[in-house]
């Protein structure tokens, strides 16, 4: 019996060895199979500089060991978000990427009690989400909103429209995936790692919202954060931080693996003299080459001659020694060939000392007993702004830590694996002293896996045409100067203007304000619409990206957005203006286009390679414009935006005695609701004149006559039915075609979602240029002459409204009424008339040239 009960044991332990052995063996395969599988990414970017280097760097990977699956773009960071979408979509169109899904933005909101809405916009930090995209600049306040800024890094200094092709994906309203889409359905397919260049609001309300799916996001690499001090405003905080604190918070203590690259260890793998020579060298790819001409760009336009100890390798960096980590995954202790790790405990602190008070600046706590959100730590002074009083010291040094990464210990603490500096190059002899320098250099230049074209060698009869138009002996009808915010209305009565007959109007150049309805970037599609109706010949000034008053006195570049934060930043707002409603890629590309070039002439530091291609400023076109009319020519002004520029005119020398007709549209003097729809507590103003109200104080405190095409009237003639009803032709050309597609666009968002309400605001900003310049008697104007004054006190609740003051008010000649009807049909008429027409009709026309052999056409 016992020999018996032996032999089942042992054949009991032979058998548990031999499935032991299957099993540990199935279980190695299975082991092998899913490290043979590709490590799926999401990046959450803000596409500055650095961002598409990392891009770059990415997508060079093998994708059998690196997948990109998907990526969204943080919209409240170093990018307005209509720029920074086709940005990355040409970018991964020029890498043969378009598989891979892009996110941006989304028209969700919060609720005063917390309540997160679908898709909720990544416009704003957390701490200022509301139900819609329009709001403050917190946080934003501390990047710059044109040069040096959110201008550069929109259009990459000038070099994106002209150096990267353009595929077919671009914005599109409504039909453009947002941010929480594309993640959702991102970490919804499996298993996923997260890289997070930006700030973390697209990331973080995920998480809030969707707790379920945790456990698919393998780990979360972070640019940011910064353990030390730093600089003076705010010396503690990093931008990505910064620009969403509680956002930052959220996602390092989401309770998920996170490894961070902070300010601290990025400090020390700046971009050295030798490392610039070196990558000047490295231009055997399109991806090589654009990145290049980029930095050479920030370098030659830096602020002062210390640029190779200013910038530094941020995101790329990061990138770079997240994929090394998970190279060598089966070590816990962060090992890679780049940076220096270590387990640090920290937290992200979002609001300031003394807690539990009450002082307006923290809406998660003000007025309540308990947080919006679950984490208390929320319940002190949130900043509010660059020069907050309550964060400056008496010597002006920043004492607020909001976004400040503090090592602490306790139950607020989490351990995050830290980069602490970026490791040595093996190669003692090497001028490329960190070893993340070779391995940049070596993947962005390598040729597999390398962008197909550019722009200029995507089509192969590709060429800049400048068209100029020759007007031979005709005379030329009365100066004409167009002052717009390059929002859809004013780029449509553009088109109008350039129909009318030269002998009418000679349009001598035209001035636009970025501190409306559009972005500053928004002048490259003033660029493209003169190119395709044949006048490069007139010369487009920049305004001032802030109103009066709103600008830093001791930092310039830097400013309030007391005025323009009335914008939806989102969809009906500056996302749609930015990309004309999704129709601007439709446009063909004109070989002007904003540029970072500069002169010592203009006040630069140094003179870059092309300083004659450099944007011209608003001022500078004016005086030019001056300069070289006439003697005793009298101008005619238009001004259909903000009245920022008109305000510099008229303290520039000789406007009174050159400017004769000066029409006004906007301001509401009517007994009903205005147009500000964003600001509910303002229930007269109109839009132009709320969002510089010190500018018009400046106009109506002149001696010029003044016209006025108040919003009244302008609402008489908002009917999109009437003018695409008039617009249909048998013979259109292709201005009216693109007109009329363009507003049926804006009519069909209008009628399919609440967002787009106020579409006919922008029918009625091409009455101005009819009135003005149309001269057709059939259209019955009716004037009246009225003693008006504007409210400018500082007081956003009756700031840019209009009354009628018959003691102070000056007199205003105020159009009351046309007939819409021939109004309707002479706009109509003019669009359609094959005068003046267009020379290149669309970017589709532009690339049927480009691909077919000129002497096809003698």
């Given at each position: 019996?016992?020999?018996?009960?032996?032999?089942?044991?042992?054949?009991?332990?032979?058998?548990?060895?031999v499935?032991?052995?299957?099993?540990?063996?199935?279980?190695?395969?299975?082991?092998?199979?899913?490290?043979?599988?590709?490590?799926r990414?999401?990046?959450?970017?803000?596409?500055?500089?650095?961002d598409?280097?990392?891009?770059?760097?990415?997508?060079?990977?093998?994708?059998?060991?690196?997948?990109?699956?998907a990526?969204?773009?943080?919209?409240?960071g170093?990018?307005?978000?209509?720029?920074?979408i086709?940005?990355?979509?040409?970018?991964?169109?020029?890498?043969?990427?378009?598989?891979?899904?892009?996110?941006?933005?989304?028209?969700?909101?919060?609720?005063?009690?917390?309540?997160i809405?679908?898709?909720?916009?990544?416009?704003?930090?957390?701490?200022?989400?509301?139900?819609?995209?329009?709001?403050?600049?917190?946080?934003?306040?501390?990047?710059?909103?044109?040069?040096?800024?959110?201008?550069?890094?929109?259009?990459?200094?000038?070099?994106?429209?002209?150096f990267?092709?353009?595929?077919?994906?671009?914005?599109?309203?409504?039909?453009?995936?947002?941010?929480?889409?594309?993640?959702?359905?991102?970490?919804?397919?499996?298993?996923?790692?997260?890289?997070?260049?930006g700030?973390?609001?697209?990331?973080?309300?995920?998480?809030?919202?969707?707790?379920?799916?945790?456990?698919?996001?393998?780990?979360?690499?972070?640019m940011?954060?910064?353990?030390?001090?730093?600089?003076?405003?705010?010396?503690?905080?990093?931008?990505?931080?910064?620009?969403?604190?509680?956002?930052?918070?959220?996602?390092?203590?989401?309770?998920?693996?996170?490894?961070l690259?902070?300010?601290?260890?990025?400090?020390?793998?700046?971009?050295?003299?030798?490392?610039?020579?070196?990558?000047?060298?490295?231009?055997?790819?399109?991806?090589?080459?654009?990145?290049?001409?980029?930095?050479?760009?920030?370098?030659?336009?830096?602020?002062?001659?210390?640029f190779?100890?200013?910038?530094?390798?941020?995101?790329?960096?990061?990138?770079?020694?997240?994929?090394?980590?998970?190279?060598?995954?089966?070590?816990?202790?962060?090992?890679?060939?780049?940076a220096?790790?270590?387990?640090?405990?920290?937290?992200?602190?979002?609001?300031?000392e003394?807690?539990?008070?009450?002082?307006?600046?923290?809406?998660?706590?003000?007025?309540?007993?308990?947080?919006?959100?679950?984490?208390?730590?929320?319940?002190?002074?949130?900043?509010?702004?660059?020069?907050?009083?309550?964060?400056?010291?008496?010597?002006?040094?920043g004492?607020?830590k909001?976004?400040?990464?503090?090592?602490?210990?306790?139950?607020?603490?989490?351990?995050v694996?830290?980069?602490t500096?970026?490791?040595?190059?093996?190669?003692?002899?090497?001028?490329?002293?960190?070893?993340?320098?070779?391995?940049?250099?070596?993947?962005?230049?390598?040729?597999?896996?390398s962008?197909?074209?550019?722009?200029?060698?995507?089509?192969?009869?590709?060429?800049?045409?400048?068209?100029?138009?020759?007007f031979?002996?005709?005379?030329?009808?009365?100066?004409?100067?167009?002052?717009?915010?390059?929002?859809?209305?004013?780029?449509?009565?553009l088109l109008?203007?350039?129909?009318?007959?030269?002998?009418?109007?000679?349009?001598?150049?035209?001035?636009?304000?970025?501190?409306?309805?559009?972005?500053?970037?928004?002048?490259?599609?003033?660029?493209?619409?003169?190119?395709?109706?044949?006048?490069?010949?007139?010369?487009v000034?920049?305004?001032?990206?802030?109103?009066?008053?709103?600008?830093?006195?001791?930092?310039?570049?830097?400013?309030?957005?007391?005025?323009?934060?009335?914008?939806?930043?989102?969809?009906?707002?500056?996302?749609?203006?930015?990309?004309?409603?999704?129709?601007?890629?439709?446009?063909?590309?004109?070989?002007?286009?904003?540029?970072?070039?500069?002169?010592?002439?203009?006040?630069?530091?140094?003179?870059?390679?092309?300083?004659?291609?450099?944007q011209?400023l608003?001022?500078?076109?004016?005086?030019?414009?001056?300069?070289?009319?006439?003697?005793?020519?009298k101008?005619?002004?238009?001004?259909?935006?903000?009245?920022?520029?008109?305000?510099?005119?008229?303290?520039?020398?000789?406007?009174?005695?050159?400017?004769?007709?000066?029409?006004?549209?906007?301001?509401?003097?009517?007994?009903?609701?205005?147009n500000?729809?964003?600001?509910?507590?303002?229930?007269?103003?109109?839009?132009?004149?709320?969002?510089?109200?010190?500018?018009?104080?400046?106009?109506?405190?002149?001696?010029?006559?003044?016209?006025?095409?108040?919003?009244?009237?302008?609402?008489?003639?908002?009917?999109?039915?009437?003018?695409?009803?008039r617009?249909e032709?048998?013979?259109?050309?292709?201005?009216?075609?693109?007109?009329?597609?363009?507003?049926?666009?804006?009519?069909?968002?209008?009628?399919k979602?609440?967002?787009?309400?106020?579409?006919?605001?922008?029918?009625?900003?091409?009455?101005?240029?009819?009135v003005?310049?149309g001269?057709?008697?059939?259209?019955?104007?009716?004037?009246?002459?009225?003693?008006?004054?504007?409210?400018?006190?500082?007081?956003?609740?009756?700031?840019?409204?209009?009354?009628?003051?018959?003691?102070?008010?000056?007199?205003?000649?105020?159009?009351?009424?046309?007939n819409t009807?021939?109004?309707?049909?002479?706009?109509?008429?003019?669009?359609?008339?094959?005068?003046?027409?267009?020379?290149?009709?669309?970017?589709?026309e532009?690339?049927?040239?480009?691909?077919?052999?000129?002497?096809?056409?003698?």
């Amino acid at each position: 019996m016992a020999r018996l009960i032996g032999l089942l044991v042992f054949i009991g332990f032979v058998g548990a060895l031999v499935y032991f052995n299957v099993f540990t063996h199935q279980l190695a395969h299975a082991q092998l199979q899913i490290r043979a599988r590709p490590r799926r990414i999401l990046m959450d970017t803000d596409v500055d500089m650095d961002d598409f280097f990392s891009l770059f760097y990415l997508l060079k990977e093998n994708t059998s060991e690196f997948n990109l699956e998907a990526i969204t773009l943080s919209a409240n960071g170093w990018c307005d978000s209509g720029h920074g979408i086709n940005h990355i979509y040409d970018l991964l169109f020029m890498m043969g990427r378009d598989d891979i899904p892009v996110g941006v933005g989304g028209e969700g909101g919060i609720l005063p009690n917390g309540t997160i809405l679908p898709d909720v916009g990544g416009y704003l930090p957390i701490i200022d989400q509301g139900t819609s995209t329009a709001g403050g600049c917190r946080y934003r306040q501390a990047i710059p909103m044109g040069a040096k800024g959110l201008l550069d890094i929109d259009t990459m200094y000038g070099l994106r429209k002209g150096f990267l092709p353009q595929g077919s994906r671009g914005y599109s309203p409504l039909e453009q995936p947002t941010a929480q889409q594309v993640m959702i359905n991102a970490v919804s397919a499996g298993p996923i790692t997260v890289f997070l260049l930006g700030t973390h609001t697209n990331f973080a309300i995920f998480l809030m919202t969707n707790p379920q799916l945790k456990k698919n996001i393998e780990h979360i690499y972070v640019m940011g954060g910064s353990i030390w001090p730093h600089c003076d405003d705010n010396p503690y905080a990093e931008f990505n931080f910064f620009e969403d604190p509680f956002a930052a918070y959220e996602v390092l203590h989401s309770g998920i693996p996170v490894t961070l690259i902070p300010l601290d260890a990025t400090n020390t793998i700046p971009i050295t003299e030798n490392f610039f020579k070196a990558f000047e060298q490295k231009q055997n790819t399109y991806e090589a080459q654009y990145s290049f001409k980029a930095m050479k760009m920030a370098h030659d336009t830096w602020f002062n001659n210390h640029f190779h100890e200013n910038v530094f390798m941020w995101d790329y960096f990061m990138v770079g020694v997240a994929l090394s980590i998970m190279r060598n995954s089966a070590n816990d202790n962060g090992e890679n060939e780049f940076a220096v790790m270590e387990y640090t405990n920290i937290t992200v602190v979002t609001s300031n000392e003394p807690y539990g008070i009450s002082d307006g600046s923290n809406p998660f706590n003000d007025g309540s007993t308990t947080s919006k959100f679950k984490n208390g730590v929320h319940s002190g002074h949130v900043q509010t702004g660059n020069r907050d009083p309550f964060c400056l010291e008496k010597n002006q040094k920043g004492r607020c830590k909001d976004g400040y990464t503090m090592e602490v210990t306790g139950p607020d603490s989490v351990r995050v694996l830290v980069a602490t500096e970026a490791k040595r190059n093996q190669d003692a002899n090497s001028l490329l002293d960190r070893e993340f320098y070779k391995s940049f250099l070596d993947v962005i230049s390598r040729p597999q896996q390398s962008g197909r074209f550019n722009i200029s060698t995507q089509f192969p009869y590709y060429g800049e045409i400048v068209y100029k138009p020759d007007f031979g002996t005709r005379k030329k009808g009365k100066p004409f100067v167009f002052d717009m915010d390059m929002s859809t209305g004013d780029l449509i009565a553009l088109l109008y203007l350039l129909k009318l007959p030269v002998e009418q109007i000679d349009l001598k150049g035209i001035l636009v304000s970025p501190n409306g309805w559009a972005s500053a970037a928004t002048i490259d599609i003033v660029y493209d619409v003169l190119h395709m109706m044949g006048r490069d010949d007139i010369p487009v000034g920049l305004g001032d990206v802030f109103a009066i008053g709103q600008k830093e006195q001791t930092f310039p570049l830097f400013g309030d957005c007391k005025y323009r934060k009335a914008i939806p930043l989102g969809g009906g707002g500056l996302l749609d203006s930015d990309t004309l409603y999704g129709f601007a890629r439709d446009l063909p590309r004109s070989p002007r286009r904003y540029t970072a070039e500069n002169s010592v002439k203009f006040g630069a530091p140094r003179d870059t390679d092309h300083p004659e291609v450099r944007q011209p400023l608003a001022l500078e076109v004016w005086k030019s414009i001056v300069d070289s009319t006439d003697p005793g020519s009298k101008i005619t002004y238009l001004t259909n935006g903000p009245l920022t520029n008109l305000a510099q005119v008229i303290s520039s020398e000789r406007a009174s005695s050159v400017i004769q007709d000066l029409c006004i549209v906007g301001g509401h003097i009517d007994n009903k609701t205005g147009n500000l729809f964003t600001v509910p507590s303002n229930e007269f103003a109109e839009f132009n004149m709320f969002l510089d109200p010190l500018a018009v104080k400046v106009v109506m405190d002149s001696k010029l006559n003044v016209t006025l095409i108040p919003l009244g009237v302008q609402r008489s003639v908002s009917s999109f039915n009437h003018v695409l009803q008039r617009l249909e032709h048998k013979n259109q050309t292709p201005e009216a075609a693109f007109t009329q597609n363009l507003l049926s666009r804006l009519s069909q968002l209008q009628q399919k979602s609440d967002r787009y309400h106020h579409m006919d605001t922008f029918l009625g900003e091409i009455l101005g240029a009819v009135v003005l310049a149309g001269d057709d008697p059939l259209l019955n104007q009716a004037f009246q002459h009225m003693p008006l004054k504007i409210l400018a006190n500082g007081d956003v609740k009756n700031d840019g409204q209009i009354v009628i003051d018959e003691k102070q008010g000056r007199l205003v000649k105020v159009l009351r009424s046309v007939n819409t009807t021939e109004y309707y049909d002479h706009f109509a008429d003019v669009l359609n008339n094959q005068s003046q027409s267009a020379r290149i009709g669309n970017f589709a026309e532009q690339k049927r040239i480009w691909t077919t052999p000129p002497n096809r056409f003698l």
